[in-house]
C-alpha cells in the first residue's frame, strides 16, 4: 500500500547532539513533501518544504532536509538539537503535485531533548 | 499565514451524543480540510470542504458520521455524530496555504475528544 514511513517513533537525545529522522514514501511520479512540528501544547508548523530544485532544503530554527529521489527518502537533519527542539515531527507528502491539495503524513517521531 | 481557531478545544462525551466542533479562519479561503489523529497514530484526512459545495470524503469516512457545514469561506464545522469510544481523537482543521494545490497547510490548534 501507498504510504510515509517515519523510521524511529521514539527518539532521545542531550543537547548538542546532531539529529537525523528517516522519512521514505511509496508514492511515484511528481510529489511535494513536508517536515511539520508539533511542540507541546501548540498546533502543528510547517517545518520545511521540498517542491522542487535544489535537494537540499532548509527551514526554520537550524533544520534541513534531503530529498532523494531514487531512495524516495526526505530525511530531516539538524547538526546540533537544543531543548527547546523537544517536539513530535511529522513527516508528509503530497502526491498529487499541483493536482489536488492532500496530505499523507507518517506516524511522526517524538523527540526529546534533555538538558 | 492564517490563524485558525477551534473550538472546543477538548471535550468530554458520553456514548451515544454527537458534537460539533468548529473552526474559523483569520481570512478568506477556499479548500477547509479536516483531519482526524487517533492515539499514537497519524493524522488522516476525514474531508475537503469547499465553500457552497458538498463536501468531499476520503475512503472510510462518510457523511453521516462526520457531516460538515462550510457556509462561507471564513468558518466550517465538522460534526462528529452518534460517537463511540473509539472516536476519542483530535480532530484538526486545516487550511491551504492559498499557492496552488501543493499541500501545503496550515492547521488549527485541534479539538482532543473522548468519549466515554
Known amino acids: 500500500a501507498q504510504s510515509v514511513s517515519q523510521h524511529n517513533h521514539h527518539v532521545i537525545l542531550s543537547e548538542a547532539a546532531s539529529l537525523e529522522l528517516g522519512c521514505n514514501y511509496s508514492y511515484g511520479g511528481t510529489v511535494n513533501l513536508f517536515w511539520y512540528v508539533q511542540y507541546p501544547g501548540q498546533h502543528l508548523q510547517l517545518l520545511l518544504k521540498?517542491?522542487?530544485?535544489?535537494?537540499l532544503v532548509k527551514g526554520i530554527k537550524g533544520f534541513e532536509a534531503e530529498f532523494i529521489k531514487s531512495k524516495f527518502s526526505f530525511n530531516l537533519r539538524k547538526p546540533s538539537v537544543q531543548w527547546s527542539d523537544t517536539a513530535e515531527y511529522f513527516c508528509?507528502?503530497?502526491?498529487?503535485?499541483?493536482?489536488?491539495?492532500?496530505?499523507?503524513f507518517g506516524a511522526g517521531t517524538r523527540l526529546a531533548v534533555h538538558p | 499565514s492564517a490563524v485558525i481557531s477551534q473550538k472546543p478545544s477538548r471535550d468530554i462525551c458520553q456514548r451515544g451524543t454527537s458534537l460539533t466542533i468548529q473552526c474559523q479562519v483569520d481570512?478568506?479561503?477556499?479548500?477547509m480540510f479536516w483531519y482526524r489523529q487517533q492515539p499514537g497514530q497519524s493524522l488522516t484526512l476525514i474531508a475537503t470542504a469547499n465553500q457552497g459545495s458538498e463536501a468531499t470524503y476520503e475512503s472510510g469516512f462518510v457523511i453521516d458520521k462526520f457531516p460538515i457545514s462550510r457556509p462561507n469561506l471564513t468558518f466550517s464545522t465538522l460534526t462528529v455524530s452518534n460517537m463511540s469510544p473509539e472516536d476519542s481523537s483530535i480532530y484538526l482543521c486545516s487550511v491551504d496555504s492559498g499557492q496552488g494545490n501543493t499541500g501545503e497547510l496550515f492547521f488549527g490548534e485541534g479539538s482532543r475528544l473522548t468519549v466515554l
Open positions: 521540498y517542491f522542487s530544485g535544489d535537494p
Open positions: 481570512s478568506q479561503v477556499t479548500m
Open positions: 508528509a507528502v503530497n502526491p498529487f503535485s499541483g493536482g489536488y491539495n492532500k496530505l499523507i
